[in-house]
């Protein structure tokens, strides 16, 4: 008769704990080669990839059928307590350890062990912080963080957000407890978290592919991240600085300057962090300069970006007006978030400068784009636009380059210009029914120009009409009793009611549709 995995299990319950406690001092959570030994070994099981398996009751010995990438045996003695793979892996292999991890679950928890197991790394490092200063800080925080440099793309958002989470609560641990220090400390460990994520979280936001539900859940952690970084810096600015602070001070300032200038992708959150701490906790004008000296010594490819920030920001114009001379237009959306900055805070003729140089690689920028972020884009950059030396004639062609995706923004252009048979034309391709218009703009276009809405709302009332139902004749007729109102106001009554008898004569034998639009009293 076939022994059941839970019986293997139950047999010999101590053999597998203490193969469990020999896994337990053998493999380090804080030494990469071990921890990704151990990672794999819990997807195999996650992934129920050890499959058949055949227990030797005189040798009491279980072999088993791992398929991951390459299929592969592993042996199990509860004898000797010695393992065997096909693999050749050493000693300790990750199918190995699957099996023992899959035992292990059928009276355990597996996912308790490995939490206990990873903190393990981190009760090492707590008792590191013997001594307050900057050094001791980012060695305990770099082991805390580890886990999510050691992600691999296949871990996804879930398990980038697991050991997030798990961070966070061992995080509290290290925090100091004097009130004074702890917005310090909070922000070395928002800059340490940030800077270990940054590869995986670049990885997954920056790639133009679907935005699924676990980037949401990304872009909302990457938020949240952010947000609290703001209100510690708001915090750590309204406080008095302590003399023990400054060696903190300055190595805080490294840490940002390497954040900032030396990681890549999603520049805006970088900028927001560099911004932030160099307007709110920096903003002597020997500390601005200090990091402007450092800034001109760099050859990272948004250093100018970050330059022509402080230049901005220290009132140094001379230096800013070279740098826009010198601007890369290659690098389209760092220009454009020091675009918006430099709007918030007033600043026109730097937009005006930015956007002039921008101007020509805006539309090929648009193009490589992901279809939900053009919309989004293209108000922004008209907004910017509008604020710069650029012709409505260049914003139309640009707009008429950009496709659908802009329609919401052209619109707005056009209507605002009056130009409302361009705009109702405009609605008429790209909205899918009447009701997704602006109801007041509707309104107000109608009582503008009447002649020029009136096909589109002809072309609803007529799409509603071929629905062939009395509740669709009824929106019908609402639609031509706005139509009617304002041929009224206009002095067009013939016109409108030869157009009421065409529209009669077009569907004569829609019953229901006469009789609403006997209802509704059509004519004048």
Request: hydrophobic share 40%; charged share 25%; glycine share 4%.
């Amino acid at each position: 008769m076939a022994i059941t995995i839970e019986r293997i299990a139950n047999m010999h319950e101590s053999q597998i704990e203490e193969f469990m406690n020999h896994i337990k001092h053998t493999f380090q959570p804080s030494v990469p080669e071990q921890a990704e030994i151990i990672r794999k070994a819990a997807s195999l099981v996650r992934m129920n990839a050890i499959g058949a398996y055949r227990y030797t009751e005189t040798e009491q010995s279980l072999m088993a059928n791992i398929s991951g990438t390459e299929s592969e045996f592993a042996r199990l003695s509860f004898q000797t307590m010695e393992p065997y793979c096909t693999c050749a892996g050493g000693d300790w292999c990750s199918h190995q350890i699957a099996v023992v991890f899959h035992l292990y679950s059928q009276f355990h928890s597996l996912s308790d062990w490995l939490n206990t197991w990873r903190q393990s790394g981190t009760v090492q490092t707590q008792l590191s912080i013997s001594e307050r200063t900057p050094e001791a800080w980012l060695t305990a925080l770099s082991a805390l963080v580890k886990p999510l440099t050691e992600l691999n793309p296949s871990d996804g958002p879930t398990g980038f957000l697991h050991y997030a989470s798990k961070i966070e609560h061992q995080k509290t641990r290290l925090s100091p407890f004097e009130w004074e220090w702890k917005p310090l400390f909070s922000l070395y460990y928002q800059l340490t978290l940030m800077r270990a994520a940054w590869p995986f979280l670049k990885n997954e936001l920056s790639a133009n592919d679907s935005y699924h539900y676990g980037k949401w859940q990304l872009t909302i952690w990457l938020n949240e991240q952010m947000s609290e970084m703001k209100a510690g810096i708001k915090q750590l600015s309204s406080k008095s600085r302590l003399f023990e602070t400054d060696a903190f001070h300055t190595k805080l300032k490294d840490l940002i300057h390497s954040f900032a200038v030396d990681e890549e992708g999603l520049f805006s959150k970088r900028f927001e962090a560099f911004r932030l701490v160099y307007t709110e906790l920096y903003e002597d004008e020997a500390e601005l300069t200090q990091e402007i000296e450092r800034l001109e010594k760099e050859t990272a490819e948004d250093a100018p970006l970050f330059r022509a920030f402080l230049y901005l920001t220290s009132g140094r114009f001379d230096e800013l007006d070279q740098e826009l001379n010198n601007l890369d237009a290659t690098a389209v959306p760092q220009w454009l978030a020091f675009a918006l900055y430099a709007k918030e805070d007033e600043d026109f003729d730097i937009v005006q400068s930015i956007m002039l140089k921008l101007l020509p690689h805006l539309a090929e920028y648009y193009q490589q784009l992901a279809a939900r972020n053009r919309s989004a884009f293209a108000e922004d950059i008209d907004e910017l636009l509008s604020l710069s030396d650029v012709s409505e004639e260049q914003r139309d062609q640009l707009f008429q380059s950009y496709g659908p995706e802009a329609s919401r923004a052209y619109g707005k252009f056009l209507f605002e210009r009056n130009r409302y048979s361009e705009w109702a034309a405009l609605m008429h391709l790209t909205r899918g029914s009447v009701d997704m218009i602006d109801g007041s703009a509707l309104k107000t276009a109608l009582a503008e120009d009447s002649q020029a809405v009136f096909p589109l709302m002809h072309a609803e009332a007529l799409k509603l009409v071929k629905e062939k139902n009395r509740d669709s004749y009824r929106r019908a007729v609402r639609l031509w009793k706005q139509m009617k109102t304002a041929a009224k106001r206009d002095g067009r009554n013939e016109f409108w009611n030869r157009y009421v008898h065409t529209v009669r004569q077009q569907f004569p034998r829609l019953r229901a549709l006469m009789e609403e639009m006997e209802k509704g009293n059509l004519l004048l």
